[in-house]
């Protein structure tokens, strides 16, 4: 460690230069980069109320919100979804319908569309552009979008649940048909059959697979019933299981919420100190300098016989306490050079 | 800690005392002062510690011709300080080697018992000149003359001029910049003169590398 803080400390004012001006670009790129016209919806979601009504037992590990911000999420992966979110926007007639062409558009809504909850019911979902009615477009189609969405799938799921009771109904009655047959032609071959015998004992099997047959068929009816009314009910719930709070308005100004900044900020940051590091490790690695006298003793047994601190010698000149005169040396020698 | 009202006295006197204590002979003359590559700070090492013995002979009133110091540039770096030294390059050690000077002519005099032989000339010419001249004659003009020489000689890794002047000094000095010279520079250039022949590292430059503040917490 102390190698590292040692090798940063050499060259601090480099490393604290280059950090200061990365800190600087992010600090403007996540200003420039977050900031637009932001337009925000919010909505209230909560689960089918008959079905929570008819089964009051159900434990529910997440809230509404996250359930439907997840779906949301989901549906934005979708470039089906993305599409539809620009469904009578200016930037409809620029999707050709082809995939690879419509990759740069797509991404680029959908980086800077997104959803969050806010407490157990509410989902905000915001989206930023540079085009303010756009902006308002986008979050209203996604809105819209995510409705028809859910009120599909829940049609879809009843449909399904009908159906398939519809048919479990139907194989229940005719078992419920055979064993009544059954019963009734065994009872014609055996109008009184004497207790304990094999024919009392096969009469009573038949009328429990009767029973057993009508109670099921019973359940079924009930089940089929319980699904028909919620069906039918859907429409009259529906409204508070998905309710707009807050339309999206058209944005009048631009803004860059510090959510979004900081979305920009601390990979920023953090990369800024990332990049540092990296280089002051790479720059101890590759140092390979005399630090010590320590360094020298482990590469030779030559003594270091003198350490000789940095001493800024600039104002003290070569000769520190030169001799008066000493400016004219040249005519001082040791000898003096006969006359030519 | 070193400030800027300190001065490299001490350490310059603390490094030629143990100079002369890790000689056993009867005390060397002729000090030769290299480092493994150029920019080590050699020839203002070699000028400080001329200027600490005169200095201390100084002190010393020693009034006898005998002490006095002298440095000898071998790599022409003295050149480059010739105005602030008052001398003129022109005339140095070259001039000796070709005849025409005699050593007390190109011996200038810095202060009471400090001299200073320039190369007076171009490196690549002392250095054909050595290998032609009359070198040793020099040697003994210079222990003759001077009670002690220090030699600024040239980069051990540079040239072999280095290894043909190490021949005639009694110690070797390599200066090592700290923080700055590889560790496998020095290594070579130990190899290449020869571990026995080298008296001792000076590590020059020293800085501490943390405050004692962030030191003491590590």
Known sequence: VKRYITTFYRRKWFYLFVLVVMLGMTGAGASYFSSGYESTGRIWVDRPTIARALDQNQIYYTTPAEEHSNMLYALFQTDSFIRLTLEGTALESELTGAPSEDRAIIRAVRQNLWQRSLGPNTIEITFLSDDPVLSQQVVANAIQGFREWEVNIRSEEVTAEIQLYEEQLEAQGIRVQEARQQL????????????????????????REYETASVRHQEITNHLAEVRMINALSSVYGASEFRVLDEPRVPESES??????????????????????????????????VHSAEDLARITSVPVIGVIPHIDTKNQGLIAQPEPGAHAASRARLADRPAD | MATQEKTIDPYVRDLYTRLRLADHNSGHKVVGVTSAINGEGKTTLALQIARVRAEDLNRAHVRDREHRVVVVDCSGSLAKHSEQLGIEPAHGFIQYLRGNYTLGEIAFRITQYLYVVPLGGSHEEFSSLIRTTDLPA??????????????????ALGTSDTHLLAEYVD???????????????????????GESRVAGIALNDHRDPLPAWIDSRL
């Open chain 1, 256 to 289: 860059a919420s510090l959510q979004r900044q900081l979305t920009w900020l601390v990979p920023g940051v953090l990369a800024s100190f990332a990049l540092i590091g990296g280089v002051v490790v790479l720059a101890t690695w590759q140092d390979r300098s």
């Open chain 2, 138 to 155: 020099f040697w003994r003009d210079l222990r003759d003359q001077f009670e002690t020489a220090i030699l600024d000689m040239p980069s």
């Open chain 2, 171 to 193: 110690e070797l000095v390599l200066v090592v910049r700290s923080q700055s010279t590889p560790l496998t520079y020095v290594e070579a250039a130990i190899r290449s003169l």
């Open chain 1, 184 to 207: 009734d032609a065994f009872m014609a071959e055996n109008p009184e059959p004497e207790p304990g015998t094999a024919a009392s004992l096969e009469l009573q099997w038949l009328r």
